[in-house]
């Protein structure tokens, strides 16, 4: 270790220790020909395994910190490699680190948590602004020093590193303070960027203002009015959800986004708005008072509709701060949005993202839901809320019966009443004129989906009455053949934008194939067809799984396993038939 008083090449005479970590000591030195104090920063390689592999990365953070010069970043002013230590002399920041500012205070006022929110976001776009790119990856508030003049540095760049912009490129090492560090940081689930370092921010303001860190058990990110009501609706609890979303194109996309928002919180707050809201409703109702009393009611209910439409967005606001196991109290916020307006498409389609969002449909808990949802009238109207919703956007209506369609029919368990009641759904959606005459190719390969599923989710809630009849069935196994071959030819796995869906769909194929495979044989079906389609099924199986990232092989590692027990089922009950045509 260095010694108090000693010198260090020639230069920096060594004054006290003023901090020490797991490898390293630093400690206050003082050039006294430039009568100038800097931090010496000590790595021994008598204390540190593998020093070569350390001091690599040393190289690699001081070579990036000798390129950068900005206000809120310290300077490298030299380094010194001895015999027996690693020497990094950099400026000497006075003060205190955020980390020890909450240990000592506890949670911060807005206004301070704002002030350091902007400063850090200002110093993470000059970093992301360099080419190329530096993305810094651990912003936490132990990494952050408060100066006596109340503004911050941002210290230990250990874990940056230079953006690769390359597709298909992930990062493989798992850095950065669990907590407080994006999903992407934990290897397979994408390269770390820009939005990496946001979502870091966000947390870290969280940790700032609610006093509570997302580093210790259960490592969740609550919404600021759990903590506090009085942040119900704020912009400021508006702008740390949008950081620390879990997908990252859901975040700011760049710092210059999220600035814009900080430097403009107070005007995000829902309080200002619906003040703003009722001020201006108020200018309206008099000036048109005064000219037209008609004129005035209109006024009046556009400024009605704009606070009802402030309303319903928290809430949707809140539903989506909600964690996985929050699932009730999710709920929950989604009807309160549609008691607001259930006309509005948004409140059906967060509800059903985040049933969709597992590759799972539960109907002992996931059903209820989406009928009250649809079922439930809103006070002061005979109309139930789909009709509502129907009569607003027609389209739109058929949006979601279609997805509910889709749930019960390709992500349940595959019951034959969960498949038949999917066909009331699906016939719902193709009642409306709008989607069946679309000429949107999405909404056209839709309907076209649905028309196929309701035909067989009809056939199978009729066919123990149809075998009991004696004229012939509008549709049978032929058809029924026909659609599953269909099926399988116009499926790709991102087709209906969740990757979840095209992979069940070959499931649901095979699974059918496999319960009907000898009325299929008596309709004139050969065995060898059967076995060509399975054989197409399982070749796109295997080459979408080649192509899903590691997260993605995580999240439909049932499914797939699935769709191939349902494959070899149906394969061993062809071999029954003896591999000949019928």
């Given at each position: 270790?260095?010694?108090?008083?000693?010198?260090?090449?020639?230069?920096?005479?060594?004054?006290?220790?003023?901090?020490?970590?797991?490898?390293?000591?630093?400690?206050?030195?003082?050039?006294?020909?430039?009568?100038?104090?800097?931090?010496?920063?000590?790595?021994?390689?008598?204390?540190?395994?593998?020093?070569?592999?350390?001091?690599?990365?040393?190289?690699?953070?001081?070579?990036?910190?000798?390129?950068?010069?900005?206000?809120?970043?310290?300077?490298?002013?030299?380094?010194?490699?001895?015999?027996?230590?690693?020497?990094?002399?950099?400026?000497?920041?006075?003060?205190?680190?955020?980390?020890?500012?909450?240990?000592?205070?506890?949670?911060?006022?807005?206004?301070?948590?704002?002030?350091?929110?902007?400063?850090?976001?200002?110093?993470?776009?000059?970093?992301?602004?360099?080419?190329?790119?530096?993305?810094?990856?651990?912003?936490?508030?132990?990494?952050?020093?408060?100066?006596?003049?109340?503004?911050?540095?941002?210290?230990?760049?250990?874990?940056?590193?230079e953006f690769k912009n390359r597709s298909m490129v992930e990062d493989t090492t798992c850095l950065?303070?669990?907590?407080?560090?994006?999903?992407?940081?934990?290897?397979?689930?994408?390269?770390?960027?820009?939005?990496?370092?946001?979502?870091?921010?966000?947390?870290?303001?969280?940790?700032?203002?609610?006093?509570?860190?997302?580093?210790?058990?259960?490592?969740?990110?609550?919404?600021?009015?759990?903590?506090?009501?009085?942040?119900?609706?704020?912009?400021?609890?508006?702008?740390?959800?949008?950081?620390?979303?879990?997908?990252?194109?859901?975040?700011?996309?760049?710092?210059?986004?999220?600035?814009?928002?900080?430097?403009?919180?107070?005007?995000?707050?829902?309080?200002?708005?619906?003040?703003?809201?009722?001020?201006?409703?108020?200018?309206?109702?008099?000036?048109?008072?005064?000219?037209?009393?008609?004129?005035?009611?209109?006024?009046?209910?556009?400024?009605?509709?704009?606070?009802?439409?402030?309303?319903?967005?928290?809430?949707?606001?809140?539903?989506?701060?909600?964690?996985?196991?929050?699932?009730?109290?999710?709920?929950?916020?989604?009807?309160?949005?549609?008691?607001?307006?259930?006309?509005?498409?948004?409140?059906?389609?967060?509800?059903?993202?985040?049933?969709?969002?597992?590759?799972?449909?539960?109907?002992?808990?996931?059903?209820?839901?989406?009928?009250?949802?649809?079922?439930?009238?809103?006070?002061?109207?005979?109309?139930?809320?789909?009709?509502?919703?129907?009569?607003?956007?027609?389209?739109?209506?058929?949006?979601?019966?279609?997805?509910?369609?889709?749930?019960?029919?390709?992500?349940?368990?595959?019951?034959?009443?969960?498949?038949?009641?999917?066909?009331?759904?699906?016939?719902?959606?193709?009642?409306?004129?709008?989607?069946?005459?679309?000429?949107?190719?999405?909404?056209?390969?839709?309907?076209?989906?649905?028309?196929?599923?309701?035909?067989?989710?009809?056939?199978?809630?009729?066919?123990?009455?149809?075998?009991?009849?004696?004229?012939?069935?509008?549709?049978?196994?032929?058809?029924?053949?026909?659609?599953?071959?269909?099926?399988?030819?116009?499926?790709?796995?991102?087709?209906?934008?969740?990757?979840?869906?095209?992979?069940?769909?070959?499931?649901?194929?095979?699974?059918?194939?496999?319960?009907?495979?000898?009325?299929?044989?008596?309709?004139?079906?050969?065995?060898?067809?059967?076995?060509?389609?399975?054989?197409?099924?399982?070749?796109?199986?295997?080459?979408?799984?080649?192509?899903?990232?590691?997260?993605?092989?995580?999240?439909?590692?049932?499914?797939?396993?699935?769709?191939?027990?349902?494959?070899?089922?149906?394969?061993?009950?062809?071999?029954?038939?003896?591999?000949?045509?019928?």
């Amino acid at each position: 270790m260095l010694q108090i008083g000693s010198l260090v090449d020639n230069k920096y005479k060594i004054l006290s220790e003023v901090g020490h970590g797991g490898m390293s000591v630093v400690y206050l030195a003082i050039n006294e020909r430039a009568n100038k104090t800097w931090a010496v920063k000590e790595i021994r390689k008598d204390g540190v395994c593998d020093f070569e592999a350390v001091k690599q990365g040393l190289v690699v953070e001081t070579d990036m910190l000798k390129k950068l010069n900005h206000s809120h970043l310290p300077s490298i002013i030299d380094v010194i490699d001895t015999e027996d230590s690693f020497l990094i002399v950099m400026d000497y920041i006075e003060g205190k680190s955020l980390q020890s500012v909450l240990k000592h205070g506890g949670a911060q006022s807005t206004d301070l948590v704002i002030e350091w929110g902007k400063q850090l976001c200002d110093v993470l776009g000059y970093l992301h602004s360099r080419e190329p790119a530096i993305i810094y990856r651990d912003m936490k508030p132990a990494n952050v020093m408060l100066k006596p003049d109340g503004n911050i540095t941002l210290i230990d760049f250990g874990t940056a590193r230079e953006f690769k912009n390359r597709s298909m490129v992930e990062d493989t090492t798992c850095l950065g303070t669990r907590g407080y560090a994006a999903p992407e940081q934990f290897g397979g689930r994408g390269q770390t960027d820009a939005r990496t370092d946001i979502y870091c921010l966000g947390a870290t303001l969280y940790h700032l203002i609610t006093g509570h860190s997302p580093a210790e058990p259960p490592y969740e990110i609550k919404p600021l009015s759990y903590w506090d009501p009085a942040f119900a609706g704020s912009g400021l609890e508006m702008i740390i959800n949008k950081c620390c979303q879990q997908d990252p194109e859901a975040r700011y996309q760049n710092c210059a986004e999220l600035m814009y928002d900080l430097e403009h919180v107070s005007d995000m707050d829902y309080s200002t708005q619906r003040s703003r809201r009722m001020k201006w409703t108020a200018f309206v109702a008099s000036v048109v008072l005064c000219a037209v009393g008609v004129t005035g009611m209109i006024g009046f209910q556009l400024a009605k509709n704009s606070a009802e439409s402030a309303t319903y967005d928290a809430y949707l606001d809140q539903a989506q701060m909600t964690s996985v196991d929050e699932f009730s109290q999710f709920v929950g916020h989604v009807q309160s949005a549609l008691e607001v307006d259930p006309s509005r498409y948004e409140a059906y389609d967060v509800l059903l993202q985040r049933i969709e969002s597992d590759g799972r449909y539960d109907e002992q808990t996931e059903w209820d839901p989406i009928k009250q949802c649809l079922q439930n009238r809103p006070e002061g109207q005979s109309d139930s809320n789909e009709n509502l919703l129907r009569q607003a956007d027609p389209l739109q209506y058929a949006d979601i019966q279609f997805r509910i369609g889709r749930l019960m029919f390709l992500l349940s368990s595959g019951e034959d009443n969960q498949l038949s009641q999917a066909a009331k759904y699906f016939d719902r959606a193709l009642g409306v004129d709008a989607m069946v005459q679309s000429t949107d190719p999405e909404t056209q390969s839709k309907a076209k989906l649905a028309q196929a599923l309701s035909a067989i989710g009809d056939y199978i809630a009729n066919r123990s009455k149809q075998e009991s009849l004696f004229d012939e069935p509008d549709y049978d196994y032929k058809d029924l053949w026909n659609d599953l071959k269909q099926l399988q030819a116009d499926n790709r796995i991102d087709s209906m934008g969740l990757k979840s869906y095209g992979i069940a769909l070959y499931s649901r194929v095979a699974s059918l194939l496999g319960g009907d495979y000898d009325n299929f044989s008596k309709s004139g079906i050969s065995v060898a067809e059967m076995e060509e389609l399975l054989t197409k099924i399982e070749t796109e199986i295997n080459t979408a799984e080649a192509g899903l990232t590691e997260t993605e092989q995580g999240r439909y590692a049932s499914l797939i396993q699935d769709a191939r027990t349902n494959i070899s089922s149906a394969r061993m009950k062809l071999s029954a038939l003896g591999g000949g045509a019928a």
